[in-house]
């Protein structure tokens, strides 16, 4: 028969463990005291993907062959890693790699838009072409100028629409009035249809920054749109007082 052991030899090894985790315990705490901070492996624990990828320099070649894959989360992982490079100056806006690479992903989902007709493609990423339009502005050459005039003129989703007219804005440059004559022309497209008032808004901000330059061309279908969402429907009002704030600026 099986002796089953006594209720005060349970005891004594329920208090021996608990007498263990806490020498450990206190153990651990000491170390962090010491040291200011956990272990290593504990702190690798808690990082994400995305930072330990952030933290270390990616070169613009990988990075660049990342953008070209069918991958949205390759692609929206390198732009993360090109815009903290542009921000922190380890990268230079006129590296021609890094503007292909940015370029390709502006590029790629409306071209097999348009190849399709009539389906969306599985690579359409509207959420990494988001991005790349905003590094577009980071890079701010005229290359990229001319590419965000392309993404506003046909880019059918009006959040990146809107991210390119942010960037335009942010470069400022418009000493041929192709910008604002670009601009202007996809306002008229939001008003013969249902404006998207993301979109309006952005070109809005867009013009106001273009015309505060000096030696830009403002086009004056350009002026003319501003106008047409200061005094007419279907904006709001917020749409309208912004565009009378934009009229006094041009």
């Known amino acids: 028969m099986k002796r ?3 209720r005060s030899v349970l005891a004594s090894a329920l208090l021996c463990g608990l007498l263990f985790l806490s020498i450990s315990s206190l153990a651990h705490t000491q170390a962090v005291a010491r040291t200011g901070s956990r272990p290593a492996a504990a ?6 993907i995305d930072e330990i990828y952030l933290e270390s320099y990616v070169p613009i070649r990988v ?3 990342q953008l070209r894959t069918n991958n949205l989360e390759h692609q929206l992982l ?3 890693a090109i815009e903290d490079q542009l921000r922190t100056g380890r990268v230079s806006p006129s590296d021609p790699t890094l503007f292909d690479g940015v370029a390709f992903v502006l590029n790629e989902g409306v071209a097999n838009i348009a190849y ?3 389906t969306i493609p599985y690579d359409y990423h509207p959420k990494a072409r988001l991005h790349a339009a905003r590094i577009m502005g980071l890079i701010g050459t005229e290359g990229a100028r001319i590419q965000l005039v392309q993404t506003v003129t046909i880019d059918p989703d009006p959040a990146v629409r809107a991210s390119a007219l942010y960037s335009l804005g942010q470069i400022g440059r418009d000493l041929d009035g192709h ?5 202007a022309a996809m306002m008229q497209r939001e008003h013969r249809g249902t404006p998207d008032f993301g979109a309006v808004y952005a070109a809005l901000v867009a013009l106001e920054q273009i015309a505060s330059h ?3 061309v403002i086009d004056r279908a350009a002026l003319d749109m501003v106008m047409e969402v200061a005094v007419g429907k279907p904006y709001n009002r917020l749409l309208r007082s912004r565009a009378m704030q934009v009229l006094s600026a041009m």
């Open 4 to 6: 089953i052991p006594s």
């Open 43 to 48: 702190d690798q624990a808690l990082q994400t």
């Open 63 to 65: 990075l660049h062959a």
């Open 78 to 80: 390198a732009l993360a």
């Open 116 to 118: 399709s007709r009539s």
């Open 179 to 183: 910008t604002s004559q670009a601009i």
């Open 214 to 216: 000096e030696g830009n």
